[in-house]
């Protein structure tokens, strides 16, 4: 089976996860992280989902699947115990049309969805095809340990620095050439280090500006407090 790996703007687009367990909660977070207005359907919700209910971050409807449940969503999550309630959540969304994802089927997706590394506005998917979600999540942990949150700060950086090329640099092709000299740098491994001086004569060399004239927040980086690292799945 042949996958296209895209990134889908999420942002208020409404889904339904149908479960309450784990895997059900994994996939309601993701879909929260992403923006989207989530919908969860189950008798019972474990613990992270019925604290995300209690929150108001999600709307439960505390009962089982039931036909035309589907009905006015863009995506759909299948993770329930029952093969019956799968097969009958799948036979709707292909009736509807709606994109669907059942747990640990992959014959009965629409969509897969990958194991990410997440370091700020860098997003690294990892998939098997669904030939070993463990395996994918094995490769996750080991670029997790590759790539430091430098790789965040580095983002936040050359972000600013292509706002600030387009006020001040009128040509195209002088901002492209500039923004790609400083991402070939060794601008993350001066963030990596911490080495503040290093990264302000990198950016005056490329650009003609430094962090100050970037406005761009580094929060406590340089001081070199410990950062969390948001894991992917």
Same mark, same amino acid.
């Given at each position: 089976?042949? $996958?296209?790996?895209?990134?889908?703007?999420?942002?208020?687009?409404?889904?339904?996860?149908?479960?309450?367990?784990?895997?059900?909660?994994?996939?309601?977070?993701?879909?929260?992280?992403?923006?989207?207005?989530?919908?969860?359907?189950?008798?019972?919700?474990?613990?992270?989902?019925? &604290?995300?209910?209690? %929150?108001?971050?999600?709307?439960?409807?505390?009962?089982?699947?039931?036909?035309?449940?589907?009905?006015?969503?863009?995506?759909?999550?299948?993770?329930?115990?029952?093969?019956?309630?799968?097969?009958?959540?799948?036979?709707?969304?292909?009736?509807?049309?709606?994109?669907?994802?059942?747990?640990?089927?992959?014959?009965?997706?629409?969509?897969?969805?990958?194991?990410?590394?997440?370091?700020?506005?860098?997003?690294?998917?990892?998939?098997?095809?669904?030939?070993?979600?463990?395996?994918? &999540?094995?490769?996750?942990?080991?670029?997790?340990?590759?790539?430091? $949150?430098? $790789?965040?700060?580095?983002?936040?950086?050359?972000?600013?620095?292509? %706002?600030?090329?387009?006020?001040?640099?009128?040509?195209?092709?002088?901002?492209?050439?500039?923004?790609?000299?400083?991402?070939?740098?060794?601008?993350?491994?001066?963030?990596?280090?911490?080495?503040?001086?290093?990264?302000?004569?990198?950016?005056?060399? $490329?650009?003609?500006?430094?962090?100050?004239?970037? %406005?761009?927040?580094?929060?406590?980086?340089?001081?070199?407090?410990?950062?969390?690292?948001?894991?992917?799945?």
């Amino acid at each position: 089976m042949g $996958y296209l790996p895209i990134y889908v703007a999420m942002d208020g687009l409404p889904c339904v996860v149908v479960g309450g367990g784990a895997i059900a909660a994994r996939k309601a977070a993701q879909l929260l992280a992403a923006g989207a207005i989530v919908t969860v359907i189950s008798p019972r919700l474990g613990p992270e989902l019925a &604290a995300m209910a209690q %929150a108001a971050a999600i709307v439960h409807h505390a009962r089982k699947f039931a036909p035309g449940d589907l009905r006015g969503f863009d995506f759909a999550f299948a993770a329930t115990d029952d093969d019956g309630a799968q097969r009958e959540i799948f036979s709707e969304a292909r009736v509807l049309g709606v994109m669907l994802n059942v747990a640990d089927a992959p014959e009965l997706c629409d969509f897969i969805v990958p194991a990410i590394v997440r370091r700020g506005d860098l997003q690294i998917a990892v998939s098997t095809s669904g030939a070993s979600p463990a395996i994918a &999540a094995r490769v996750r942990r080991e670029l997790e340990e590759r790539l430091g $949150y430098e $790789y965040a700060i580095t983002l936040r950086l050359m972000r600013a620095a292509r %706002a600030y090329l387009f006020a001040n640099d009128p040509g195209l092709d002088s901002r492209a050439k500039k923004l790609t000299a400083l991402a070939e740098s060794n601008l993350i491994e001066r963030l990596r280090d911490k080495d503040r001086a290093g990264v302000e004569r990198l950016l005056t060399a $490329y650009l003609g500006a430094g962090l100050d004239a970037l %406005a761009v927040d580094t929060g406590d980086w340089f001081q070199g407090a410990p950062h969390a690292v948001a894991r992917g799945r």
